[in-house]
């Protein structure tokens, strides 16, 4: 594998980089085009009829045009100092990112009726100019909105998978000298003389002194063609939609420099534009949301985020240079020129009240400190500049609010508690006393359960549950069968598996027959929990590959050890995840086309191997549940996983299948969730429902997988597989097979999902029904055209249920989808209660 290219093999002289900027397209006077050019050059380039509107652009001309059939497109015309191999570069670029990632909003570049892609306009008035036409990206520009902290996380999740997309991308002219490419300060040094004012000359020469200190670190950082320019301007919203991003634009700073500077750059560009250095406010504050962002999709060392500071002082510095020389150059535009110079001056001074490592390490331990994740609230999604953006009073985002901590859906406030009971004052008080605050309640009213059977729950007054949320208890609450064979076998040996015992041979091949697959010739290893298993899975896998590298999708949970969470980011917006740990989007089948998702998957997969590469890694596994039930409920279609298990173990991976949530015939039709996508697994983690209740866990694993692990490496784990886990295992398998219970899921499954398809049509709130078996999720949403979701209203319905003693859950990256999953014995009468039941909280909203 080739070392990755470091900036240090780039040329940063000085003259080179002013000889440059001085013939480049920043200094060219040239007539402008109106709109008549515009669509007589449409018309003859493109064979395209429509009028034309001019955008206010700098450099080149710039026009929407709006076809007759309704049709819309962007053209721009070139200024005449960008050369040929320029706009090639920028052309390539977002052809590239097309092809690699479909589901970035980039422009579509078309070709003209010759087949071209840059077409020269072929006129003695206007010489060495080109067109190109773009297909029409729908939405407002960022500049014009106030984006909320979650619409700032998402143009940084935005920003990551550009990154990623364009990490392959090569091209002739990548290396070019661009004056906007902030590794050539230093070679700007002679614009100072266009800086009258005193102050502003001894902070861009303080910046320059800074900048050359850490010059040498920065030649060290990983580079590839980056964007280099996630300004306002280039950034295309859809408030209120699904997704807030909705166009990336202007590739015409596209170069080869360090991924560092491309999101200091981005981070700069969220500086706010009324600040004062000497007031009280940070001025990262708003750009932190744009780094967490970006660091859930793509990894930055720390030597990287020590240098991001620095290089955001740095663009700001080198704005101010270009801009007070272009000026100079075009008074007549002064004011559009120096727009962003004037509050530039403000971020200056504060960089330069401040120590350079201060700094550096403040970033560093932000991104390092799990805070208080970007807000999901409705009501902090953009609103125009001309009004403030609208808060929810009862969240404030800069404080981590109990009823969000830790990101936990349906999570209890232990501070507000006026409404209930003095009994429960009292409970709630004493377990704030006793437990972590990582222990949560559900519900706004807390529910005291003191006994369980079937598939009901009783509180302490004697009322009953109808559990449609408990799946560890698959064949139901207090089954008789495991409570007899666990009662039997602890009053008989309760002991480890050092010794040999029958028992566990016998469960270990009853289970491994269950398989369809060659995976039934695996080898069996127990623990007690799900997390656990995965995290064994893991460390096998990295013992077999000698690598680190993990990817997951993006809303994933996969445990709750050091390990395990490193690559569950669903434990929150700010979970640390691992150094080598990347994430894909999940097959979202209620936003994205089936030809969309297709090979989609698998594409993300190969960008994220090829990034992990490209950081010095590789990639030990991709691991995953079927259902993505983290990431709200995706249990169709079924033909995703099979080509990312090829690309995977193209890349010398493996691929792990998570079954603690769709394993034990959860679906209905099969056992097993992974052979609903016809894939063979690596390695097979098991967990929740395995022993009915009884903590009991383990994965099968192929031979010769665990076969060097087995050798090198110790493991023993007292309590997993011992001789009582393994009779609660035994019994839960049994009662599985003998009493038909995975067609019992089928069959009641059918019923519930004609039931909430139904309701469906009933309820505008209800975006979208998916599922399979005894598994569902329900997407609530504000609007089903827009598809935005709606935590609001899933927490009304959750908690509208458990007053109606209905107990479900919610789940999905904003918790907008209600979770349901009862115990595999649930009958079509239980099915019955919950649709009523539900009908009747939807139409009380």
Known sequence: ???????????????????????????????????????????RVYGIDGTATRFSTEKDDTFRIDAGDGSRYVLKISNPG???????????????????????????????????????????????????????????????????????????????QLRLAMAGFRHPHEHRVLAWDVKHLLSLTGLQAHIADPLHRSLIEQAFARFAAIEPALRCCPTQVVHNDFNRSNIVANPGGANFVSGIIDFGDTVHTAVAIDVATALMNQFPLDFDADGPHDLFVEARDLLRGYLAHAQLSD???????????????????????????????????LRFTRPGWEHLRWFMQRDHDTVSNALLEFVRRPTHPASRDPSMNAAPTSQ????????????????????????????????????????????????????????????????????????????DYLDAYNNVVCVGHANPRIVDAVTRQLSTLCTHTRYMQEPILDYAEDLLSTFSTSIREGQMMFTCTGSEANDLAMRIAMHYT??????????????????TSSFSPSLGRRALLGPYVRTVPAPDSYRMTPSEIGQRMAEQVALQIEDIRRHGGGLAAFIADSFFSSDGVFA?????????????????????????????????????????????????????????GYPVAGLVVRPDVVASFGQDMRYFNTFGGN????????????????????????????????????????????????????YFGVEMVHDRAKKD???????????????????????????????????????????????????????AL
């Not at 998402?154 to 920003?159: A, D, H, S, T, Y």
């Not at 020590?306 to 002064?334: C, D, G, Q, Y």
């Not at 990312?644 to 890349?651: D, G, K, L, N, T």
């Not at 009662?735 to 038909?740: A, I, K, Q, T």
């Open 1 to 43: 594998m080739s070392a990755p290219i470091t900036f240090s093999d780039v040329s940063t002289t000085p003259s080179s980089a002013l000889d440059a900027l001085l013939a480049s397209s920043l200094s060219v006077r040239f007539p402008r085009l109106d709109t008549v050019d515009a669509i007589e050059i449409t018309r």
């Open 82 to 160: 960008e050369t040929a191999e320029e706009l090639d570069l920028q052309v390539a670029a977002m052809r590239h990112v097309a092809v690699v990632a479909p589901g970035l909003p980039v422009p579509r570049v078309l070709r003209g009726i010759d087949g071209q892609f840059v077409l020269p306009l072929g006129s003695s008035t206007h010489p060495h100019r080109t067109a190109r036409l773009y297909s029409y990206l729908e939405g407002v520009p960022l500049d014009a909105l106030h984006p909320s902290a979650r619409n700032r996380y998402e143009i940084g999740e935005v920003l990551a």
């Open 303 to 337: 030597d990287e985020l020590l240098l991001i500071p620095h290089l955001a002082m740095a663009r700001v510095a080198a704005r101010a240079l270009l801009t007070s020389w272009r000026a100079k150059l075009f008074p007549e535009n002064e004011a559009y020129i």
């Open 388 to 463: 403030p953006p609208v808060l929810n009073e009862a969240v404030d985002i800069s404080k981590p609010d109990d009823s969000l901590r830790g990101d936990m859906p349906n999570g209890f406030n232990p501070s507000a508690i006026s409404h209930l009971d003095a009994a429960t004052q009292q409970h709630v008080a004493r377990r704030v006393r006793l437990l972590s605050p990582s222990y949560r309640l559900f519900y706004a009213e807390p529910v005291k359960i003191v006994r369980g059977e079937k598939v009901y729950l009783y509180d302490d007054k004697g009322n």
């Open 546 to 563: 000698g690598n680190t590298g993990v990817i997951v999708t993006s809303e994933a949970y996969h445990g709750n050890s050091h390990l």
């Open 636 to 692: 169709h279609p079924t033909d995703v996983l099979a080509p990312v298990a090829e690309v995977v173990r193209r890349a010398g991976g493996l691929f792990i299948a998570d079954e603690v949530q769709s394993g034990f015939g959860r679906s209905g039709t099969h056992m097993w969730g992974h052979e609903r996508h016809g894939v063979v697994p690596d390695i097979v983690t098991l967990g929740k429902p395995m022993g009915n």
């Open 723 to 774: 001789s009582v886990a393994v009779a609660a295992a035994q019994a839960t398998l049994d009662v599985l097979r003998d009493e038909h219970v995975l067609d019992n899921a089928q069959r009641v499954g059918s019923i519930m999902l004609e039931g909430l398809n139904g309701l469906a049509k009933k309820y505008e709130c209800i975006g979208d029904v998916r599922g399979t078996g005894l």
């Open 789 to 843: 979701t709606d935590i609001a209203t899933a927490l009304k319905v959750v908690n509208g249920l458990r007053q109606r003693r209905v107990l479900i859950s919610a789940t999905g990256p904003d918790a907008s989808v209600l979770k349901i999953r009862p115990p595999l014995v649930f009958a079509a009468k239980d099915a019955d209660r919950l649709l009523t039941e539900l009908d009747t909280v939807l139409a």
